[in-house]
């Protein structure tokens, strides 16, 4: 599997970095991040750290197959280019050609509460079929610390995009 996964602005920059150090290392993973992200991540082995200004990088192409893309967290700004078809940076541009080419993209928006505005883009985008995946708490996994809840927000991430994962006690899994 080869995964897209961009980090856009800087609160809940963590999230972003959290999931991409719990994915499994056979997934191949392409990583745009932008300024205000830069100096929280690390080069790690299977990643490919891509430049959010080079609109021309393998991602930015149909014809370069991945199967999926998340942006985490994904700004109201990055959501507002990606409604209304804006690619002016690699992430969204990434983001245009998962739509068209009609592949899986997931955006987890940061913000709380949403203006009228950012509701009507996320509407229109899962209408297209965007998986809208904010980081909201499970209180039934029973998270006694950020970690766990980080675990769980990634967790039901991983199971939007089919990856396999053990990061969170599941509903009545506490019974068996």
């Not at 972003?16 to 790690?44: C, H, R, W």
């Not at 700004?77 to 690619?87: D, P, Q, Y």
């Not at 769980?152 to 053990?166: A, Q, R, S, T």
Request: aromatic share 8%; proline share 4%.
């Amino acid at each position: 599997m080869k995964i897209i996964i961009a980090v856009s602005g800087a609160s809940g920059v963590n999230l972003g970095t959290d999931f991409i150090k719990k994915l499994p290392t056979e997934i191949k993973k392409y990583i745009i991040i932008s300024d205000n992200a830069k100096t929280v991540m690390q080069k790690e082995k299977n990643r490919f750290y891509l430049d959010d200004s080079d609109i021309s990088a393998s991602v930015a192409s149909g014809s370069f197959k991945t199967d999926a893309m998340v942006v985490i967290p994904c700004s109201m700004n990055t959501l507002a280019k990606i409604s209304c078809g804006i690619s002016d940076t690699l992430t969204t541009r990434a983001a245009s050609v998962m739509l068209k080419e009609g592949r899986k993209l997931l955006l987890a928006p940061r913000e709380m509460p949403y203006s009228a505005i950012a509701l009507e883009n996320m509407l229109k985008l899962s209408r297209l079929g965007v998986i809208i995946a904010p980081p909201v708490a499970g209180y039934y996994s029973k998270p006694e610390n950020l970690e766990q809840m980080s675990d769980f927000f990634i967790g039901k991430w991983f199971d939007l995009l089919g990856i396999d994962h053990n990061l969170f006690k599941r509903w009545g899994e506490e019974n068996e």
